[in-house]
Nanobody, 125 residues
Framework: QVRLEESGGGLVEVGGSLTLSCVDSGRAFVRNAMGWFRQAPGKEREIVASINWSGDGTYYRNSVRGRFTISRDNVKGTVSLQMSSLKPEDTAVYFC??????????????????WGQGTQVTVSS
């Protein structure tokens, strides 16, 4: 059964770091685009970063560029999001997602058709 499972969320102080991990059980998406999204309370879900199937192409939203790094390990079937210099506005539930139909970098949320359950990240000031 195809499943994405996130881990690594938690409570961190402003300026701190966290690394989120997403496990693609069964390695179903090693040839597909993957992405990290987040949804803060009262706000719409937004893309944070995405990566192509080979890992050599990435996209970051402006507010996280230079602070977050997305990477993947297709042998292990994992996608990671390293987050540093965290700010209170980074507080959100973070979701891992896969686009089962494309391998290039994808930034359109509607194209991601497999989703994890999410992991909470809270940045305290």
């Amino acid at each position: 059964q195809v499943r994405l499972e996130e881990s690594g969320g938690g409570l961190v102080e402003v300026g701190g770091s966290l690394t989120l991990s997403c496990v693609d059980s069964g390695r179903a998406f090693v040839r597909n685009a993957m992405g990290w999204f987040r949804q803060a309370p009262g706000k719409e879900r937004e893309i944070v970063a995405s990566i192509n199937w080979s890992g050599d192409g990435t996209y970051y939203r402006n507010s996280v560029r230079g602070r977050f790094t997305i990477s993947r390990d297709n042998v292990k079937g994992t996608v990671s999001l390293q987050m540093s210099s965290l700010k209170p506005e980074d507080t959100a539930v973070y979701f891992c997602a896969a686009d089962s139909r494309h391998g290039r970098v994808i930034v359109v949320e509607e194209l991601f058709d497999y989703w994890g359950q999410g992991t909470q990240v809270t940045v305290s000031s």
